[in-house]
């Protein structure tokens, strides 16, 4: 399995707290990505990194920032949580070679109440 | 805008039964992935699809990716109940490192 890890694994927060989630790679790997998952919608995009330092916004990043400051460490912050931002949060890695094949962490389950 | 459609997107078989799950996306691109997840779990990978033609099979499960007809098939044989799971389509936007994904197909195999 990739070394993936995601933290915290499930929070509860308040509408209007700010919420920061946190993705650690052991692999190495170049890109990084936030997703939501969602029922009825799949896995949509919020941001992505290409490198240190380098990112982008996916389908959904309103409300949404990033920040990766080290290779291994790929860090979401939901600056003033919203009830609509409900949702499990997946990250995931790729690399170049040999396929872009995205592996994924075990995600967070996050509430906002 | 690059749209990826699953179909069906609930199946209920039986065991032993064979069936096929598609998956069609709206433009160009070479590079096709199949996701498993199972409820209340991450997505794990099962077939990176690469070129025209191209065909994997592990197990019971088959894809195919037929880049002509921007159509790849995820392909059932004599299901089990270890099946049953949500299964995820996804394209690449045209050489690039972003995917988009279907909306996933929950299979349900039934004793």
């Known amino acids: 399995d990739a070394g993936i890890t995601q933290s915290p694994r499930h929070k509860v927060t308040e509408t209007g707290t700010p919420v920061t989630l946190r993705c650690h790679q052991t692999e190495n790997h170049r890109y990084m990505y936030w997703y939501r998952q969602d029922p009825g919608h799949g896995l949509r995009l919020i941001h992505y990194s290409y490198g240190v330092k380098d990112t982008d916004k996916g389908e959904v990043s309103d409300g949404y920032s990033v920040s990766r400051s080290k290779t291994e460490d790929f860090l979401l912050t939901l600056e003033s949580a919203t009830s609509s931002q409900t949702s499990v949060y997946f990250c995931?890695?790729?690399?170049?070679?040999?396929?872009?094949?995205?592996?994924f962490g075990p995600g967070t389950r996050l509430t906002v109440t | 805008e690059l749209k990826v459609e699953q179909n069906p997107l609930f199946l209920s078989m039986q065991e032993e039964k064979n069936y096929t799950i598609y998956c069609n996306y709206s433009t160009t691109s070479d590079r096709l992935y199949w996701y498993r997840q199972d409820p209340g779990k991450s997505l794990e990978s099962l077939f990176v699809l690469l070129s025209n033609g191209a065909v994997k099979q592990e197990g019971r499960l088959m894809a195919s990716l037929d880049t002509k007809a921007r159509l790849s098939t995820l392909h059932i044989t004599a299901a089990v109940h270890d099946l049953s799971a949500t299964y995820f389509c996804?394209?690449?936007?045209?050489?690039?490192?972003?995917?988009?994904f279907g909306k996933g197909t929950k299979l349900t195999v039934n004793p």
């Open positions: 996804a394209v690449d936007r045209g050489g690039s490192e972003k995917l988009v």
């Open positions: 995931a890695i790729s690399e170049v070679i040999p396929t872009y094949e995205q592996y």
